[in-house]
């Protein structure tokens, strides 16, 4: 027998040998609640005593529904979702008509699933390429820039809800620009291109500027330390306050560089200093703030289980899922090699259970399956940048788009995060 063989009889022992150790674990559990729920019920009368066990019995059957299946695969233990719920609809913000269809169907492609859009923000464009690394969307073109149309140190770039448009953070150009999908114009959501500032009109190096579904924007105003919620040029809610730095949430914060949106209406807040990774409640009330084992946490996410998926912005570079404690469920991050990581800054969930990767400094996006941590699919050429077709510069954010009916890129069913 080969080692081959071997080696993958027993990977398969040993998820058989797991997956009973796991159901005689759940057994025992509901034996001893069955026990449990009949002592207690033995003082009472008949009826009561039939009704705490009925229900200690519909207790322990609803624990067991609740459990994912135990073959969850090795990215995290199954009891936190596993492989399986790395993605899931539940865990997306507004919804669009399509999105359920779009994603399931994506759930079954290999590599990246369907389309990723990439801010390449070294060259000031942004791309969209299909799973055959072919281009099927540039902004701006050479019509664009005839127009006056130009993207300056693009960062993170989304699809709107609703796939009219997308919206980039400039950050060295401290503003945040949209541009629509339908007659490619372009116009300031927020900021004064150009000049940084603190006050109620001007941002700081923004970062992740999302549209929520209510049309307002929320943004990473980075040096501020603090999340800006922007409706109609106006700052409408913030969390932190302008030149207050230091971790106090959700009063105060350190140097901001996350502020993902999460289904419950809570932001998902990264700091800098003292890596920190933070989940404030649309009301204000701080739900969450963990030490991350990172040096630079970078655009955390938010995934089923309670699990958040984050980049460790620094060289070599690390893609980690933690828990709400801290602690580490899942690390990617060779030390050398082709698989080495160069300051990625966004690692983001596909719905089949890869991740894909901004690897910015290495020039490239990857896509690795966290089954085998290798990397199964990449666009850019490793440590060359470039204008060419199949080349990137330093690209900094990305989304992503599944297929439509038609097969092109279905930007209405894109949801975040």
């Given amino acids: 027998m080969s080692n081959d063989a071997r080696t993958l009889r027993r990977a398969a022992h040993r998820r058989r040998v797991y997956r009973q150790r796991r159901f005689g674990a759940f057994a025992i559990l509901a034996a001893l609640a069955a026990i449990i729920a009949s002592l207690a019920g033995a003082g009472k009368s008949g009826e009561s005593a039939k009704e705490a066990r009925a229900a200690a019995a519909a207790a322990a059957a609803k624990r067991a529904a609740e459990q994912p299946p135990a073959d969850g695969g090795p990215l995290a233990p199954s009891y936190v979702g596993g492989l399986a719920a790395l ?30 859009l990439i801010a390449d923000r070294g060259n000031n464009r942004v791309l969209v390429v299909n799973p055959e690394k072919q281009i099927v969307y540039l902004y701006p073109n050479q019509e664009d820039k005839r127009r006056g149309r130009a993207l300056f140190f693009n960062d993170d770039t989304f699809v709107v809800p609703g796939g009219q448009a997308l919206i980039a953070n400039e950050e060295d150009n401290h503003a945040i620009v949209e541009w629509s999908l339908v007659d490619r114009s372009l116009h300031v959501l927020f900021g004064h291109p150009g000049e940084p500032g603190s006050d109620r009109t001007h941002v700081h190096t923004p970062d992740d500027a999302y549209v929520l579904a209510d049309g307002t924007m929320t943004v990473a105003d980075a040096y501020n330390c603090r999340i800006l919620f922007i409706r109609e040029h106006r700052i409408v809610r913030e969390i932190g306050e302008s030149g207050v730095c230091r971790h106090d949430p959700p009063a105060h914060l350190e140097p901001v560089n996350g502020d993902t949106p999460v289904p419950n209406g809570a932001v998902m807040v990264s700091e800098v200093n003292g890596s920190w990774v933070d989940e404030i409640g649309p ?34 570079g690390h893609i980690l899922i933690i828990d709400r404690r801290g602690h580490v469920l899942w690390r990617y991050g060779p030390s050398s090699g082709p698989g080495r990581l160069d300051h990625p800054s966004l690692a983001m969930a596909l ?30 050429h490793t440590d060359v940048a470039g204008t060419s077709p ?9 989304d992503f788009v599944p297929y439509g009916p038609r097969g092109g890129p279905d930007y209405a069913a894109v949801v975040h995060p």
Avoid: C, F
């Avoid at 009330?285 to 699990?307: C, F, H, I, N, T």
């Fill in 87 to 116: 993605w899931a609809p539940a865990n997306v913000v507004a919804p669009q008509p399509q999105t359920a269809a779009a994603y399931l169907a994506a759930s079954k492609r290999p590599g990246p699933a369907g389309y990723i």
């Fill in 283 to 316: 009301e204000g009330r701080l739900l969450m703030s963990v030490k991350a084992p990172v040096e630079y946490p970078s655009d955390p996410q938010p995934l089923p289980g309670g699990r958040i998926l984050l980049s460790d912005y620094t060289s070599p």
């Fill in 351 to 380: 719905p089949n259970g890869n991740v894909a990767v901004n690897d910015d400094y290495r020039h490239r996006v990857v896509v690795i399956d966290p089954r085998t941590n290798q990397i199964v699919w990449q666009y850019g």
């Fill in 390 to 398: 199949g080349y990137l510069n330093t690209p900094d954010g990305m």
